[in-house]
T-cell receptor, first 114, second 113 residues
């Protein structure tokens, strides 16, 4: 089955620890995205990658880092510099070409900082 | 991507038609309009996409007036399972800078028996 997977589904972290969220897609999509969602809120873009080895910061990139070494993988690291990391994190991918660029989302990872 | 404005919430009853409108006054010539649906603790999923006039698929219709400054998602004969948050997104993410990919807060639709 083609799709986008995120792991783990739930993640607990102690304050001061870095943690990496996994995102993998087998849709052969060029573009990948990371969003953060807080309770009752919409999605806010953290990072965006149009192609391998390239990525752009979104509105809330501070305290996060990403890499895009392979087309199918776009891991997100939440560093200790992120002051309020408890949230629901969503990864998405899209073809990255015209004219339609529908985003396909993964099931999400819920991160809780203890 | 153009900034969008949607109602925060809407209520309806099973079997009714529901229309959710999204305003996007500064939509660009090349921008498409896409609607997503999100259930609690899940990732959003694509519902429908269009550029102008009317688009219909098996789950919804999308109406876009000639000036394209707004769009209306129409859900026919809703059921309890349509209770979700609906997001309007305008633009083509692949050709936008990261700062312009804006989902907004969405419309929380509640369907009652």
């Amino acid at each position: 089955d083609g799709g986008i997977t995120q792991s783990p589904k739930y993640l607990f972290r102690k304050e001061g620890q870095n943690v990496t969220l996994s995102c993998e897609q087998n849709l052969n999509h060029d573009a990948m995205y990371w969003y953060r969602q807080d309770p009752g809120q919409g999605l806010r873009l953290i990072y965006y990658s149009q192609i391998v080895n390239d990525f752009q910061k979104g509105d809330i990139a501070e305290g996060y880092s990403v890499s895009r070494e392979k087309k199918e993988s776009f891991p997100l690291t939440v560093t200790s510099a992120q002051k309020n990391p408890t949230a629901f994190y969503l990864c998405a991918s899209s073809i990255g070409g015209p004219p339609l660029d529908t985003q396909y989302f993964g099931p999400g990872t819920r991160l809780t900082v203890l | 991507l153009a900034k969008t404005t949607q109602p925060i919430s809407m209520d309806s009853y099973e079997g009714q038609e529901v229309n959710i409108t999204c305003s996007h006054n500064n939509i660009a010539t090349n921008d498409y309009i896409t609607w997503y649906q999100q259930f609690p603790s899940q990732g959003p999923r694509f519902i429908i996409q269009g550029y102008k006039t009317k688009v219909t698929n098996e789950v919804a219709s999308l109406f876009i007036p000639a000036d394209r400054k707004s769009s209306t998602l129409s859900l026919p004969r809703v059921s309890l399972s349509d209770t979700a948050v609906y997001y309007c997104l305008v633009g083509v993410p692949a050709y936008s800078s990261a700062s312009k990919i804006i989902f907004g807060s969405g419309t929380r639709l509640s369907i009652r028996p």
